[in-house]
């Protein structure tokens, strides 16, 4: 056995040992005589879930009297803002609509954005209750569904007054991620803070301690791009994200079955539906050059074993002339192409679908779905399936009766090694997805992107954006690049003038002071 095996054993051996003391001590030091003290559902995951725990351990350096301490402290808090209950209905629907604090994105390590867009929040007792039970809220959903992988807080300060400054709020903020959600934050990013908070950070430093200090990151939009890519940042931070925050439904991660699951709906609807998709295919095999036309390899586990074949050949007459995307997200189980954009036409341009490549890169068979945040939108044929080791599936995705495309929409695949043994049929998925483990699960999701005019010809299923001319290719390219420029100018004169009246309101807050003192010495 290898230095670096053993040394692995060890610690795997130390970690159990750790994680075992601390169940024992926290169930015989603090759970005895005190059952109301903590939420039963809390306790009971402690004697289940390691991962918690280590997480808790990890914090507190595997010092367990520490993270005794801070288990309780941390339960408690669970306890008092009732976390394991908390809903949408738990919190006010304006506080949900504003779009204040949510999940979007992810930044270069990819780590998911947590935004809190400070401008939004007024100092208000009243309703301070409400928003840190929204924090809790958000904080808790992504902790159930991604287990332990960090977040990046967006602090974004930009068009901040001296009204949105509440240090009670940020405090509970930097706790949640200090006692309550130990190893869930990756990094704070803070977004164009005005001089005049600079005092306020100061303390905030103090509360997060050392070793926590280093993962604050003061940015300005000549910065920031080192931490989030342009295609995550909006515009006022100098980026492209198109997204708008709406509500409802929440942001960005809740994902649903679309429609027509592994094959069309026995309704007149999708009859229609499927004679429309029959008929754009003709007239996309007709107008397709020859040259350009690629043959793609047999494809393998369409969901009905009995026609699987029949199956196969109307998928492959289908999409044989289609240009597969280029870019791909090479995953563990999945090679997953496109890699993060599906791109769509717009409803001028006629084009409508967009063709997702799966590629199993394992020795197993792989189950896979498809999930959207709109199941209303869009057809996904096939949305639940599995592919054979070394093979490649299609999936044709198209939005459904005339409904628009929006760039706010996502798509999530998901994907599990199944057992050599186990069979493929529908019944036997919908068991496997029933029992496979979270952890053993591998997910990456897509955007969806609008294309009005000019489209990649790797992603697209017509012929005239292939037609485009070099010269007008690049016409564009400097047009667009001329109007970035100009709007980068006019965003900085804008951020320039915010400034000074940043700076003139401070002004005015010292002149008011130093007048109440003067006439107050003058009275005296």
């Not at 005895?32 to 289940?48: A, C, F």
């Not at 409400?130 to 992504?142: G, P, Q, S, T, V």
């Not at 997204?243 to 960005?252: A, G, H, M, R």
């Amino acid at each position: 056995m290898s230095t670096t095996a053993t040394i692995a054993e060890y610690q795997a051996q130390n970690k159990a040992k750790l994680i075992s003391e601390v169940r024992r001590r926290f169930e015989a030091e603090y759970v005895t005589d005190k059952s109301d003290k903590y939420d039963s559902r809390d306790v009971e995951r402690l004697q289940q879930d390691d991962n918690w725990i280590e997480s808790y351990l990890a914090w507190r350096h595997n010092v367990v009297d520490e993270t005794l301490k801070m288990l309780d402290e941390s339960f408690q808090w669970r306890k008092e803002m009732a976390v394991n209950d908390l809903t949408e209905a738990s919190i006010p629907r304006w506080l949900l609509e504003i779009g204040g604090i949510y999940l979007h994105g992810y930044d270069k390590e990819g780590n998911k954005l947590f935004w809190i867009r400070v401008k939004y929040h007024i100092k208000d007792h009243k309703t301070i209750l409400d928003k840190k039970k929204l924090i809790a809220f958000w904080l808790e959903r992504y902790a159930k569904r991604e287990n332990g992988k960090p977040v990046t807080v967006m602090f974004d300060l930009s068009e901040t007054g001296l009204n949105s400054i509440d240090m009670d709020f940020v405090r509970f903020i930097i706790n949640c991620f200090k006692v309550y959600y130990p190893k869930y934050l990756s990094k704070m990013v803070i977004f164009d803070m005005p001089w005049i908070m600079n005092a306020a950070f100061k303390i905030v430093k103090t509360w997060l301690g050392p070793e926590a200090v280093s993962l604050l990151k003061f940015t300005s939009k000549s910065d920031i791009q080192d931490y989030v890519s342009v295609e995550y940042l909006p515009p006022h931070m100098g980026g492209t994200d198109p997204f708008k925050y709406s509500y409802p439904p929440l942001v960005d991660d809740d994902f649903q079955t679309p429609l027509c699951e592994n094959g069309p709906i026995a309704s007149e609807d999708e009859a229609s539906s499927k004679e429309d998709i029959e008929s754009d295919g003709k007239d996309t095999l007709e107008t397709i050059s020859n040259e350009e036309q690629t043959t793609l390899p047999k494809k393998g586990n369409i969901m009905e074993p009995t026609s699987k074949a029949d199956e196969n050949e109307k998928v492959d007459s289908k999409m044989k002339t289609f240009k597969k995307p280029l870019s791909v997200f090479k995953g563990p189980l999945l090679h997953i192409s496109p890699a993060e954009e599906l791109y769509f036409g717009s409803t001028d341009s006629g084009e409508k679908k967009a063709l997702i490549v799966l590629t199993n890169v394992t020795k197993n068979i792989v189950a896979f779905k498809v999930r959207t945040t709109a199941p209303e939108k869009y057809r996904v044929k096939p949305s639940n399936s599995s592919c054979d080791p070394g093979a490649s599936v299609d999936i044709a995705v198209s939005p459904h009766g005339g409904l628009t495309v929006s760039a706010q929409d996502r798509f999530l695949v998901m994907a599990a090694e199944m057992e050599q043994t186990s069979g493929t049929g529908p019944a036997e998925l919908t068991q496997f997805w029933k029992e496979v483990p979270r952890n053993k699960v591998m997910e990456h999701r897509l955007r969806c992107h609008i294309v009005d005019s000019y489209k990649p010809s790797s992603l697209t299923w017509k012929d005239h954006a292939f037609n485009m001319s070099v010269k007008t290719s690049e016409d564009l390219c400097h047009q667009l690049s001329c109007l970035v420029a100009t709007t980068r100018k006019l965003e900085d004169q804008v951020q320039q003038c915010i400034r000074f009246q940043q700076l003139l309101l401070a002004l005015t807050v010292l002149l008011l002071t130093f007048m109440v003192s003067f006439f107050y010495l003058l009275h005296s």
